[in-house]
């Protein structure tokens, strides 16, 4: 297999070095540039590419039509477009509370989505 050389921007902190990676398909020989961290991300995004998501669902009873959401934890990438598919087709009930779980273990990856903020019930007038 031949050596590959990639150039990444690390999105880990706000700094956004460039890291340039060497690696045989999947297997990375060295990275170059960034902290240990960035070279982590570099790895991870080679094997198991992930980002977090925030987005929003249909909220029903509450005095904002959408309520914020948001990924428990970085979601495989290739997922994602089926994750905003299936979000589409979500509706919660007011009252939500922040952080409270809207969808468990999605597509069995053990990531839950959750709620960025929490909504009141609308009284009824
Ligand atoms: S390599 Fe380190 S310092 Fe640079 S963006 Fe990534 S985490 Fe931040």
Redesign the pocket.
Known sequence: MTTQKDKL?????????T?EVDHEGNTVLSVT???????E?ARQELVDPRRKVASSVRIKGAIHPLLPVYTSAPFPKGLIPKLLIQLRSVEVNAPVTTNQVILQDVFGTGIDILASREMQKISPA
């Open positions: 921007i690390c999105v880990t902190c706000p700094k956004g070095c890291l540039g960034g902290c240990k961290r960035g070279h991300y």
